[in-house]
């Protein structure tokens, strides 16, 4: 075996590389949320400090530190007090980086490993998946090996380390590390924990999964890069015309943003097939619940219905939420008369537009007719998230001189051409598509399926358009989602009333079935247990096994190749050896003459024995 | 070994023997013990240590007729075995027999005999009878043989090969006295005289008597395959070219079990087997590369399995 035996230096390399590793992990977990040029930082000073450590070089130690020092200080040097924690961040990455670079001696292995195990944690406050949780159980295994092996290297007296020991050594790491994870997980179960989060430390999430009651045009296009789940929906699966997930309805336009002033209920009549469904929606920033287009009913406290087809919870906690909802899909929704705000039009909507929309619109005898003209005209437009029309007025932009953009501008452009055509329309907030999980039987939908529609009043009825060419995304590797799924519905949504039900569900008696199943391992242990005894009293019994662990009490281990009366002629007692001679002689008068032990051999053994004892103590 | 000797008979002969052997005791012992198990000895030592001292006085102790052949390379087979002659007054051959026909044979330096003398010898000690002129004669009983060689002078010699060492029940050498020991020798003087003078302990019958005594020892299965297991080892170990025979299998038990015996037991432990291995084995082998000594080859395989119980 050419491993056989490590050298001291290679051992050296080994825990480089394996501290290496360790913040590479914990570095890899923070890359996405900070900046760019603090990513490349930490990379280049990486890569430097595997240089200086094949050259064997370290940089004088008091400018490293010096560097770590104002690496320090500087979070609050800069000028937004309001978000101090990114750069905390930043500067934390840099002094672990850093770190690489001193002479390490054991003391600077630890640092560097807490730095990694700070590093990761701090990840956790951008991002909490089950990612989150692989990485810190290889984080954990690799620092409780490279922690074992360095205690191992500082205690080492010869100059190499056995393969074997560090093969043992790596099997200790991961026994403790697996093992501190039920640890952990009893804990986790046991802990109390409060509805709010502990430590408000001030840090929006990122992401802007709600719809705030005003909607810019272009800030759609901000959610729809984003790629973070907002909800999952315990569904079956829908035809994906019908995947609308509805938000907010805008009636409202001003040139430049749509907004939601009119609030009267009116008296609708919906038709369509029903469905029930669950939704578990992860932390908003505002206030509106997505429901499957059209919503008839939402199951949770504390909320609110607006009209049309909005939901709203009265204050936000902060947390995921889940609730159950019912709709209605391939629906109709009859209303006698819509309100005159879905006609109107924005003051400086220019003749350009209005000419246009008759241009297109000239052909049309009927309204349908021309709903189906601008749709048609519509479609000649492009979609795209990248070089937006911008502007005071940027659906001029957008119908004249980008004719490219993204779902708020198709849907604007058409809910202001049928006002002009005089058919009432109105703009609809959500999310289109979603991925289908067919294991787990729910939808994943994400930020980047933000979308915006269009609904217009023809023959007495609501009809939704959808006038952007927005594809649903494609479906996704569905074994993640399921470990994403569990990791969330077990591990996030677990609060304290997750700990109350659970704690009510294990008094509940289910001992019927419990019973058999437990009784078997029971009788197993028993019988195991039985056999030891038995086996341990019948070695007792037996009085070589006696002989030998009386001898080997007073010091005296017989070897394998040693015969008995060469045994214990190494016997330097005197009193010790004749008592010794005289059982040895008697033992061999049975064994080597193949007799059975009597009762009476047995006794007369235990009495030599006995003495023997006796004469080993004084 | 001498301390672990228990029979009174054998521990009165080693102790009548002894006082004319100074510091002897061992060679006697096992000589005891090959004579008793119906083997042969033989000594490879250097000249003037008291081979024929021991010879003589073994005989003498024991009772038994004495016979003695010095080996030359132009010594004949019937100048052992004996040969007949015409006698003129009853017109017949009659049979005058050598030195072999005695119980105890001292054949000094068997390794300067021809091959021929060699294994006629060696076969009379196989077949415990001799043939001459077609006529067999049954050898006497006990019969024992104490051949000797030397280990260095062996120009002109012919070394006897291991399949002919393997007859012998032992191989044993008896080495230079103790100081003391000498010291004595050389102020009483050569006591040859006085070897010629001992009395008997032991008579024929007796004797005998004790060879099938020894014969009916118990020997254990457990030792009995321990045994075998180490005979196994010597024929599977890298350094052995030659392992052990049977035959040497039953000079193992034979011996340990009128070693048993000596020690006042009816049953053979493994210490009784342990301890002569190293006279009855290291002979019978052929090592691969003569750099390591035989014994040590043979106690490191003995080291290895484990002794029963």
Not at chain 1, 248 to 264: C, H, M, S
Not at chain 2, 55 to 84: E, Y
Request: aromatic share 12%; net charge positive; with cysteine.
């Amino acid at each position: 075996m050419p491993l056989r035996y490590i050298t001291l230096n290679r051992a050296e390399n080994y825990i480089f590389f394996l501290s290496f590793f360790i913040a590479t992990v914990s570095f890899t977990a923070i890359i996405p949320h900070i900046s760019s040029y603090v990513n490349f930082a930490f990379i280049l000073i990486m890569i430097l400090s595997i240089l200086l450590h094949v050259k064997k070089i370290s940089p004088p130690i008091w400018i490293l530190n010096a560097i770590s020092v104002f690496l320090i200080i500087m979070p609050f040097l800069t000028l937004s007090h309001e978000d101090i924690l990114l750069p905390s961040i930043e500067s934390l990455t840099l002094i672990l980086s850093i770190r690489f670079l001193t002479k390490k001696t054991s003391r600077e292995y630890l640092q560097i490993y807490l730095l990694s195990l700070l590093l990761l944690g701090s990840s956790s406050l951008f991002d909490i998946s089950w990612i989150f949780f692989l990485r810190l159980l290889i984080m954990l295994i690799l620092t409780v090996f490279a922690i074992l092996l360095l205690a191992y290297m500082k205690e080492l007296t010869e100059g190499s380390i056995d393969f074997t020991i560090l093969l043992s050594l790596m099997k200790l790491a991961i026994f403790i590390s697996v093992l501190s994870i039920p640890l952990s997980a009893f804990f986790f179960i046991i802990l109390p924990r409060t509805p709010f989060p502990l430590m408000d430390i001030g840090f929006s999430p990122k992401t802007k999964t709600g719809f705030s009651s005003t909607v810019n045009l272009g800030s759609i296009r901000e959610i729809e890069e984003d790629n973070t789940i907002v909800m999952r929906v315990k569904i079956k699966q829908l035809p994906d015309e019908e995947l609308y997930w509805r938000i907010i309805t805008f009636d409202t336009f001003d040139g430049n943003a749509w907004q939601r002033k009119f609030f009267k209920s009116d008296r609708i009549k919906i038709r369509g097939e029903r469905i029930d469904y669950t939704i578990i929606l992860e932390p908003l920033t505002e206030n509106y619940l997505p429901t499957l287009d059209y919503p008839i009913d939402v199951f949770t406290k504390n909320i609110v219905y607006e009209y049309p087809g909005s939901y709203r919870v009265i204050f936000s906690s902060g947390k995921a939420l889940k609730y159950d909802a019912t709709s209605r899909i391939k629906y109709q929704i009859y209303e006698d008369r819509p309100s005159e705000v879905y006609l109107s039009l924005p003051y400086n909507i220019s003749d350009r537009v209005r000419m246009l929309t008759e241009q297109i619109t000239s052909k049309a005898v009927n309204q349908r007719d021309t709903v189906e003209s601008i749709l048609n005209f519509l479609s000649n437009y492009q979609y795209s998230l990248r070089d937006l029309p911008v502007g005071d007025n940027s659906i001029e932009d957008f119908l004249f001189n980008k004719k490219k953009g993204n779902c708020e501008y198709f849907a604007t452009a058409m809910a202001i051409m049928l006002r002009i055509k005089g058919i009432p329309a109105r703009v609809v907030g959500g999310f289109k598509g979603g991925t289908y999980n067919s294991i787990g039987g729910y939808y994943v939908v994400r930020a980047s399926d933000a979308h915006l529609w269009v609904e217009a009043w023809l023959d007495g009825k609501w009809l939704r358009f959808d006038p952007s060419g927005k594809f649903i995304q494609t479906r996704e590797f569905f074994f993640f989602h399921i470990i994403d799924y569990l990791w969330n519905s077990i591990v996030l949504e677990y609060d304290i009333k997750a700990q109350f039900r659970l704690a009510k569900s294990i008094k509940i008696p289910k001992i019927e079935f419990n019973l058999w199943i437990l009784i078997l391992p029971f009788f197993l242990i028993l019988i195991y247990s039985f056999l030891k005894v038995y086996r341990h009293v019948k070695l007792m019994r037996d009085p070589l096994n006696r002989f030998f662990s009386i001898m080997k009490k007073y010091g005296y281990e017989r070897k394998k190749n040693q015969g008995l009366e060469e045994f214990i002629s190494t016997i330097d007692k005197l009193p010790l050896k004749q008592k010794a001679e005289w059982f040895v002689k008697e033992f061999q008068d049975i064994y080597f003459k193949d007799r059975k032990i009597e009762k009476e051999d047995l006794k007369k053994l235990k009495i030599i024995l006995e003495r023997l004892n006796e004469a080993g103590k004084s | 070994m001498i301390e672990r000797i228990k029979n009174q008979k054998i521990l009165q002969i080693i102790s009548h023997i002894g006082e004319c052997l100074q510091g002897k005791d061992r060679a006697i012992i096992l000589s005891l013990i090959s004579i008793f198990s119906r083997g042969h000895i033989l000594i490879e030592d250097f000249p003037g240590l008291g081979k024929t001292s021991l010879a003589i006085s073994l005989s003498k102790a024991l009772n038994l007729s004495f016979g003695r052949v010095q080996c030359t390379n132009d010594l004949l087979p019937t100048d052992i075995t004996g040969l007949s002659i015409f006698n003129k007054n009853t017109g017949e051959f009659e049979f005058k027999p050598g030195p072999l026909l005695n119980n105890i044979v001292l054949v000094d330096e068997i390794n300067r005999a021809t091959p021929k003398t060699q294994s006629a010898l060696l076969e009379a000690m196989a077949e415990e009878q001799v043939t001459v002129d077609g006529r067999t004669y049954k050898l006497p009983k006990p019969f024992f043989v104490i051949a000797t060689q030397n280990p260095i002078e062996i120009y002109g010699t012919f070394p006897l090969p291991e399949s002919q060492l393997d007859r012998f029940m032992m191989k044993i050498s008896i080495g230079y006295p103790e100081k003391e020991a000498e010291k004595k020798i050389l102020q009483e003087g050569s006591s040859r005289e006085r070897l010629y003078s001992l009395t008997a302990i032991m008579e024929k019958d007796e004797i005998l008597k004790f060879q099938d005594e020894i014969r009916k020892v118990y020997i254990s299965d457990k030792i009995i395959n321990w045994i075998l297991e180490f005979i196994n080892l010597t024929r599977q170990d890298d350094r052995i070219l030659l392992g052990l025979s049977t035959r040497a299998g039953l000079a193992i038990t034979y011996t340990a079990k009128a070693y048993a015996k000596f020690c006042g037991r009816d049953y053979v432990i493994p210490e009784d087997v342990k301890e002569l291995i190293p006279f009855v084995v290291p002979h019978r082998i052929i090592l691969k590369d003569e750099f390591v000594s035989k014994e040590e080859v043979i106690i490191s395989i003995l080291q290895n399995i484990s002794t029963p119980p």
